[in-house]
Nanobody, 121 residues
Framework: QVQLVESGGGLVQPGGSLRLSCAAS????????MAWYRQAPGKQRELVAG???????NYADSVKGRFTISRDNAKKTVYLQMNDLKPEDTAVYYC???????????????WGQGTQVTVSS
């Protein structure tokens, strides 16, 4: 089986920083795009940042200049460095990865369980 496990969430004051991590494990052949999504109460899930296997990145306009996504392919891990956090960033953050399993031809999307980020004074 394939599993994505997020860590690094918590409570911070406005202007503070957090670093989220997401590690993939299991019978994995390869990992293509990895991404971070978030969902605030009463709102739909939205894409925060994505990164290709070649480290090409894209960001939501609301986080450009504040967040940085990166990956370590050897460790099968994606990171999200979040700086200058704002109350509007409060949400559950979910890791997503496009993964090809051992013995399976097709690529499939996998999701982590989510980690809570709360920005409040």
């Amino acid at each position: 089986q394939v599993q994505l496990v997020e860590s690094g969430g918590g409570l911070v004051q406005p202007g503070g920083s957090l670093r989220l991590s997401c590690a993939a494990s299991g019978s994995i052949r390869s990992i293509n795009t990895m991404a971070w999504y978030r969902q605030a109460p009463g709102k739909q899930r939205e894409l925060v940042a994505g990164i290709t296997i070649g480290s090409v990145t894209n960001y939501a306009d609301s986080v450009k200049g504040r967040f940085t996504i990166s990956r370590d392919n050897a460790k099968k891990t994606v990171y999200l460095q979040m700086n200058d956090l704002k109350p509007e960033d409060t949400a559950v953050y979910y890791c997503n990865a496009d993964i090809r399993r051992v013995g399976v031809v097709m690529w499939s999307d996998y999701w982590g369980q989510g980690t809570q980020v709360t920005v409040s004074s």
